[in-house]
C-alpha cells in the first residue's frame, strides 16, 4: 500500500515509517524540515493546504496517517496552552487539510493521532466512550483534539489515542524535559489530599505497530494504545529517578504548596489524570504493547 505519513521526522514518525516499509508499504513521510538523505522523506507544510494537494494529486497515497505535531521540547506548565497553539492548529486545520489530501488521492485510509489523557477525570481506567476533558485546565488543547477526532471520525477513519510516550528521544529520556529533572531528584510526587494522578505510557515501537495494524485492519473508531501498567505517580516517578541516576527518593508534596510554580494545568496533570484500558485495541485492533514503561525508562 501506498502510504503518507505527516509528522514523519517527530517521535512517533520516526518509528512507524520504518514499521511500514518494514512490513513491505511503501512509504512517504512528510515533514517540514526533513533531513537530508533519506530519499522516503518529503519537505511539506500540512498548513500548506495547495502543496499538500498537489502531493496527494501526483502520489495517490492510499493511506495517510497523520502523526503530526509542534509540541516544544520543555513544556512550561503555567503557559502550556500558548505552547500547544501551535499544535491545537495542525490538529484543527492540519487535519482538515489532510483529508481533504485524502479525498483528493482517493485514499481508503486515514488514521489520526490523538492522546489517552484528555479525558475526564473518574473512577478507574477511561475506555473509549469517557467523556473528554473539555471543562478542565486543558481546555483549548481538549478542544483541538475533540475535533482532530471528529472529523477523523466523520471520514470512516481511525483515532489511535497514545499514552505518555516513554522511550529514547522522548521527554523522560536521559536529558529529556522530565528525565533530565528527575536525574537531579527534582521532581516531586504531588497530590491533592493524597489524591495522585494516573499516567498511562505507551513506547514509539508499540505506537508504531498499532498504527501497523490500524492500517491494515478493516477498522474504525477509537482506540486506547497504552501499555499494561497504569501507575500513580508514587510509583513510576522513583523508577524514573533511579534510572536517571537521581541520589534520593522523590518528596510528596501537596498540589497548593506548588500551584503558584506549576499553575493549574500542571495542577490537573500531577493530581488529575485518569489511566487508559487498552482492552479494545487488544480485542478489535489483534494490538499487544511489547514495551512496559518500567523498559522505557531503562533503555533511555
Do not use: C
Not at 482506540?223 to 541520589?247: C, H, M, Q, Y
Request: no cysteine; proline share 6%; charged share 25%.
Amino acid at each position: 500500500m501506498k502510504v503518507a505519513i505527516a509528522g514523519a521526522t517527530g517521535v512517533l514518525g520516526r518509528a512507524t515509517l520504518p514499521a511500514l516499509r518494514d512490513a513491505g508499504h511503501e512509504v512517504r513521510g512528510l515533514a517540514r524540515r526533513p533531513p537530508a538523505g533519506d530519499p522516503d522523506l518529503i519537505a511539506l507544510d500540512i498548513l500548506d493546504r495547495d502543496a499538500l494537494l498537489a502531493f496527494a494529486r501526483e502520489w495517490r497515497p492510499e493511506a495517510i496517517i497523520h502523526l503530526a505535531t509542534a509540541i516544544p521540547e520543555n513544556i512550561k506548565p503555567r503557559s502550556a496552552e500558548k505552547q500547544f497553539e501551535a499544535t491545537n492548529r495542525l490538529r484543527t486545520e492540519g487535519t482538515r487539510n489532510l483529508l481533504e489530501a485524502a479525498r483528493e488521492a482517493g485514499s481508503r485510509r486515514f488514521v489520526a493521532e490523538s492522546i489517552s489523557f484528555a479525558v475526564a477525570p473518574g473512577e478507574g481506567l477511561a475506555d473509549e466512550e469517557a467523556p473528554l476533558w473539555r471543562d478542565g485546565a486543558m481546555g483549548r488543547i481538549v478542544t483541538a483534539v475533540a475535533e482532530l477526532e471528529r472529523l477523523t471520525l466523520d471520514a470512516g477513519g481511525v483515532v489511535l489515542r497514545f499514552g505518555l510516550l516513554a522511550g529514547a528521544g522522548t521527554a523522560y529520556a536521559d536529558g529529556g524535559s522530565i528525565g533530565g529533572p528527575a536525574g537531579k531528584g527534582m521532581l516531586p510526587i504531588i497530590h491533592r489530599g493524597g489524591t495522585e494522578a494516573t499516567s498511562s505510557f505507551t513506547h514509539p515501537a508499540d505506537a508504531a505497530t498499532a498504527v501497523l495494524a490500524a492500517l491494515e485492519r478493516d477498522v474504525t473508531g477509537v482506540f486506547n494504545i497504552v501499555d499494561d501498567e497504569p501507575a500513580p505517580t508514587s510509583e513510576w516517578l522513583p523508577v524514573l529517578d533511579e534510572a536517571r541516576g537521581a541520589k534520593r527518593r522523590p518528596m510528596r508534596v501537596p498540589v497548593a504548596l506548588v500551584r503558584p510554580l506549576i499553575g493549574s494545568y500542571g495542577a490537573d496533570f500531577m493530581t488529575k489524570m485518569r489511566g487508559a484500558s487498552n482492552a479494545k485495541a487488544k480485542r478489535e485492533l489483534g494490538w499487544e504493547p511489547r514495551v512496559s514503561w518500567r523498559e522505557a525508562f531503562a533503555e533511555s
